[in-house]
């Protein structure tokens, strides 16, 4: 499989490798994908007081492009607000990362990775430091290949 | 430092070259012998007779040497040369034995078996009698990989025509009980076909006392080139098979087509050495996957995929749990092996082979067939080790799933996203 440049890269050197505290407060978590897929993204982001995103950590579990693609984003959403962050689409990253046909459900897998983070650290906001075992499961279908 | 310059301090090693990687996917195809292609190449330039041509030396000497690879194919397996068919590859043979052998005995009946983990060209065939009006019983094998003989027998019944069941198992090495399955369906009248592929050459095979109607080979598995292989077809009891390529009445009337006699001397000479040094590669190669083997488990969570004991040497078939199998195959370049990763294949779907064993499709993503030869070193098995070791180490730094497991977390307790 001849994979890009760019994906080689972040393969080889992937940007912010980590993880945050997930119980702190200023910490979003964006669990998604599923190991039966062959792809599980979790994303964290710090988000200041101003409501923008510091910094940003991710792991992932998948491919080079899986693996890049999100490695992808934390470069991506440091320095935007949450709206901003929001407005990332897959097919940027797609493109950002020449990611053929087959390998496009990477990208919208980030893309929701990063809906999920920002979504967990609103909700988190809203109640107030409840307790969590910060793992925000994002509820959207993710296997766009046949199950047979 | 970060914790991943800590774990990969060198990716590359010294002198690896990912242009020209160490080979350990020998159950994909294998190069050609030295020794085949010296006594392939004067059937390309010098006797290039059509082994049909009856009123000519040219014609002559190709024949000749065309039924001498017939005798040195034959002698491998104990078969009489009379029962050898060329054909242009084990797909070739499947399809043959198959649909040859259910469309001339339709009379007798309509059911055919055949096992989960077979290789796709008996199963898209079998799909495709099915689609004829065939009907088709696929079974399951069990985590080792094996069928259950006593599920096996319970699925023939008096329109049972055939049972298609392979020798050696392509993606984990498996082999399976020919000789039990082959007593079962000789006392109901049942044919027997088995793709022998992985197997002619790598463990012993006596047709004389199998009880095996049709048995299909290839050359490419066995250090002889692609395109060509054969088919057994029994003559104690007479098998009948309808050919399925007319146009000459080639191979007694079984497979039409000019005989490509460079290659077919390539296949006896294949099985000729394979004959003569089987006993001899089997025990290195043996050894060396043994090291592989011992090297690889000192890594966590590593699971071994089919039998321990009824699996031909050249072949190991591990899950690295916790790490995706293309991120794995993209971080050791420089040695060559298959994964049954859904991204690695075109369908998107992880391998079919190891979740018919019961393997979960974490497992069976994280898979990697690692295939040993005839020319394999211990030194490109301890690079091996040494390579996959690393990238692994790396990955599951990388990997969530890891993390998870690391803290404790049961991962089969979480809800993941739906698909």
């Given amino acids: ?148 | 430092m970060s914790d991943l310059q800590r774990v990969s301090p060198g990716l590359r090693p010294r002198g690896a070259n990912p242009a020209n990687p160490v080979y350990l996917d020998h159950a994909a195809t294998t190069p050609v012998d030295p020794r085949v292609v010296r006594r392939m190449l004067p059937y390309l330039t010098e006797i290039y007779g059509n082994p049909a041509s009856r009123s000519h030396a040219y014609g002559w000497v190709a024949e000749e040497a065309v039924e001498l690879a017939r005798e040195q194919v034959s002698s491998l397996v104990n078969a009489d040369p009379r029962e050898i068919v060329w054909t242009s590859g084990a797909t070739e043979s499947n399809n043959l034995a198959l649909k040859g052998a259910a469309h001339f005995h339709r009379a007798k009946g309509n059911h055919l078996v055949t096992l989960a983990s077979e290789h796709k060209s008996v199963l898209d065939t079998m799909r495709e009698l099915e689609r004829e009006g065939f009907e088709v019983t696929v079974l399951p094998v069990q985590e080792s990989g094996l069928v259950d003989l006593a599920v096996f027998e319970a699925a023939l019944k008096p329109g049972t025509v055939m049972a298609s069941v392979m020798f050696v198992n392509n993606e984990t090495g498996v082999i399976q009980d020919i000789a039990a399955i082959g007593a079962l369906c000789r006392t109901r009248g049942i044919l027997l076909h088995v793709d022998a592929a992985q197997a002619a050459g790598k463990v012993p095979i006596d047709l004389a006392t199998l009880p095996v109607d049709l048995m299909s080979f290839s050359a490419h598995k066995i250090y002889g080139p692609k395109g060509v292989g054969a088919l057994y077809v029994g003559r104690r009891p007479r098998v009948r098979i309808a050919s399925q390529m007319h146009g000459g009445g080639h191979e007694r009337g079984m497979r039409s087509g000019t005989l490509p006699t460079h290659q077919i001397v390539g296949m006896g000479e294949a099985f000729w050495l394979a004959r003569e040094n089987m006993a001899s590669d089997n025990a290195r190669i043996r050894g060396l996957r043994d090291r592989l083997w011992s090297g690889l488990q000192k890594i966590d969570a590593v699971m071994l995929n089919g039998d321990a004991e009824r699996r031909a040497p050249h072949y190991l078939n591990a899950s690295f749990n916790y790490v995706e199998g293309e991120s794995l195959l993209m971080g050791i370049k420089e040695v060559a092996v298959s994964s049954g990763s859904a991204c690695t294949s075109a369908s998107l779907e992880p391998s079919y082979v190891l979740r018919a064993m019961g393997r979960n499709d974490e497992l069976a993503h994280s898979s990697i067939r690692f295939s040993i030869g005839r020319f394999t070193t211990a030194d490109e098995i301890d690079f091996t080790i040494d390579l996959i070791t690393r990238v692994v180490s790396r990955l599951r730094t990388m990997s969530p799933l890891w993390d998870m497991v690391q803290a404790g977390v049961d991962l089969q307790t979480i809800q993941w996203a739906e698909h």
């Fill in chain 1, 1 to 148: 499989m001849a994979y890009s440049d760019k994906v080689i890269d972040h393969y080889e050197n992937p940007r912010n490798v980590g993880a945050f505290e997930p119980d702190a407060a200023d910490v979003g978590t964006g669990m998604v994908g599923a190991p039966a897929c062959g792809d599980v993204m979790r994303l964290q982001i710090r988000v200041n007081s101003e409501g923008v995103i510091e910094d940003a950590k991710f792991k992932t579990y998948g491919c080079g492009s899986a693996i890049a693609s999100s490695s992808l984003v934390t470069e991506w959403v440091r320095g935007r607000t949450l709206d901003e962050a929001l407005a990332i689409r897959n097919t940027q990253i797609a493109e950002e990362l020449a990611l053929p046909p087959v390998k496009i459900h990477c990208s919208i897998l980030a893309e929701d990775a990063i809906k999920a983070a920002v979504a967990d650290f609103r909700s988190r906001r809203a109640t107030r430091g409840a307790a969590g075992d910060g793992l925000q499961l994002a509820a959207q279908p993710v296997c766009t290949s046949n199950p047979n």
